[in-house]
């Protein structure tokens, strides 16, 4: 029993005594950054989508009809590329657990 708790907080310590060594390395301050989109922009994109949408294509010729693909391609890419977090259902459950736990 004392060798299980041994190892196990060996094992704790060790994996956390990686990360405080490697941020001694030096820093790159200079990281360019991407600008965000705003609540308003990203309302106008959604809007031009709907408006695209609910077009009648049926009156358009194949270069129209290619160019609001792009356009909808364009618009795509650019929503795509927005920072966002997941969050995995492991560590959703931990978090979980951990609330349930100190709360």
Do not use: C, H, Q, W
């Amino acid at each position: 029993m004392k060798k299980t708790i041994f190892f196990a907080l060996l094992t704790i310590f060790s994996l956390g005594a990686a990360p405080a060594f490697a941020a001694n390395g030096t820093s790159n301050n200079d990281v360019a950054t991407e600008a965000t989109l705003t609540t308003e922009e990203v309302n106008v994109l959604k809007e031009r989508v709907i408006e695209i949408r609910e077009m009648d294509k049926s009156e358009l010729n194949a270069t129209e009809k290619s160019e609001l693909k792009s356009e909808l391609n364009e618009i795509k890419e650019t929503v795509r590329n927005e920072p966002a977090i997941y969050i995995g259902g492991i560590s959703l459950l931990l978090l979980i657990i951990l609330l349930v736990i100190l709360l």
